[in-house]
């Protein structure tokens, strides 16, 4: 069985997603990660990544710290619903399409759609009931994925690969999903920096100013939100392309903010690159991937953008 999982970008919401209640603006988008799951006697992982091909089974090294931790999340998970754990499976994984020809991640959430899709593979084996797959899945992914990052993570590209589409994620222990319509959101490019940025190392700059500057940090938090409200009130409207100038107004503001943010815990979300027209914001964390609007109808994207595709839930073939 073989199923693909789409990859995820946070439109806005950056750090604002860590925090319980926090909300933020997410899209699936195009690659996909691609697993397969055949029987086995015991559990064994394939993960393709770029150039890299790596092989683990328990016991051995090099430990795969993704498998292990959805692994070992499925067997507690599954357990407490009274699910049969699979005995083994033959488990491989291709994130190729995540990296860049030269080795680096895109910054396109491989990670989480290759946590989402091992788990719904285990509950697929398992015999889980259709109703309950998705589920079942996203707290395994969610539980398993979070491990992996010494439970710093907000989950919201686990919800946004398992959802698909765009939503609105709210953060928390038990994080949530709200679809919005896809419409409102104009046609875009994506551009990417030149480095990778540790979203872990930016996190932990944010907590600890947030600790020492909780008042700055909060009127920029609340800033944020509001652009994110601006959002979903703007996808209820039934005529959502005529929305885009506000869609982007919106995403001005939370780039805005985000520019604030990045400059007080010295992670900078200014792209090193901008178009001769339209619009660019950072995404997630740093500048390390950045969305592109046009500012006119033809307008041609500066060199080394790529189309943003949005995406679907999971596909299983």
């Known amino acids: 069985m073989t199923v693909s999982v789409a990859g995820n970008l946070l439109l806005t919401g950056e750090y604002l997603v860590t925090i319980p209640g926090g909300r933020g603006v997410a899209l699936a988008v195009q690659p996909r990660a691609i697993a397969s799951a055949a029987p086995a006697a015991g559990w064994a992982f394939e993960a393709?990544?770029?150039?890299?091909?790596?092989?683990?089974?328990?016991?051995?090294?090099?430990?795969?710290?993704?498998?292990?931790?959805?692994?070992?999340?499925?067997?507690?998970?599954?357990?407490?619903?009274?699910?049969?754990?699979?005995?083994?499976?033959h488990?491989?994984?291709?994130?190729?399409?995540?990296?860049?020809?030269?080795?680096?991640?895109?910054?396109?959430?491989?990670?989480?759609?290759?946590?989402?899709?091992?788990?719904?593979?285990?509950?697929?084996?398992?015999?889980?009931?259709?109703?309950?797959?998705?589920?079942?899945?996203?707290?395994?992914?969610?539980?398993?994925?979070?491990?992996?990052?010494?439970?710093?993570?907000?989950?919201?590209?686990?919800?946004?690969?398992?959802?698909?589409?765009?939503?609105?994620?709210?953060?928390?222990?038990?994080?949530?999903?709200?679809?919005?319509?896809?419409?409102?959101?104009?046609?875009?490019?994506?551009?990417?920096?030149?480095q990778a940025v540790s979203s872990s190392g930016a996190l932990e700059s944010f907590r600890k100013l947030r600790s020492q500057k909780p008042h700055l940090i909060e009127e920029l938090l609340r800033a944020m939100s509001y652009a994110c409200d601006k959002i979903e009130d703007l996808c209820k409207n039934t005529h959502a392309e005529s929305m885009h100038p506000e869609f982007v107004s919106a995403l001005m503001d939370a780039r805005n903010c985000g520019i604030e943010l990045g400059r007080l815990i010295g992670v900078s979300a200014l792209p090193e690159r901008a178009p001769p027209h339209g619009f660019i914001k950072a995404l997630g964390a740093g500048n390390e991937v950045a969305i592109v609007i046009p500012g006119l109808p033809k307008d041609m994207l500066f060199e080394q953008s790529t189309a943003l595709v949005p995406s679907g839930g999971p596909l299983w073939s």
């Open 48 to 89: 393709i990544m770029g150039n890299k091909r790596i092989s683990w089974s328990p016991g051995t090294q090099p430990i795969l710290p993704l498998a292990q931790c959805v692994l070992e999340a499925a067997r507690g998970i599954l357990d407490a619903e009274a699910c049969s754990m699979p005995k083994g499976l």
């Open 91 to 194: 488990v491989s994984v291709d994130t190729s399409a995540f990296f860049r020809p030269e080795g680096s991640k895109a910054g396109l959430g491989s990670s989480a759609a290759s946590a989402v899709a091992i788990a719904l593979l285990i509950c697929r084996q398992a015999g889980v009931d259709p109703g309950s797959i998705t589920r079942l899945a996203l707290s395994i992914a969610l539980k398993g994925h979070r491990a992996m990052q010494g439970g710093l993570g907000s989950g919201y590209d686990i919800y946004t690969s398992m959802h698909g589409g765009l939503g609105i994620f709210t953060g928390g222990e038990t994080p949530s999903w709200k679809p919005l319509l896809l419409a409102c959101l104009p046609e875009a490019s994506l551009v990417f920096g030149s």
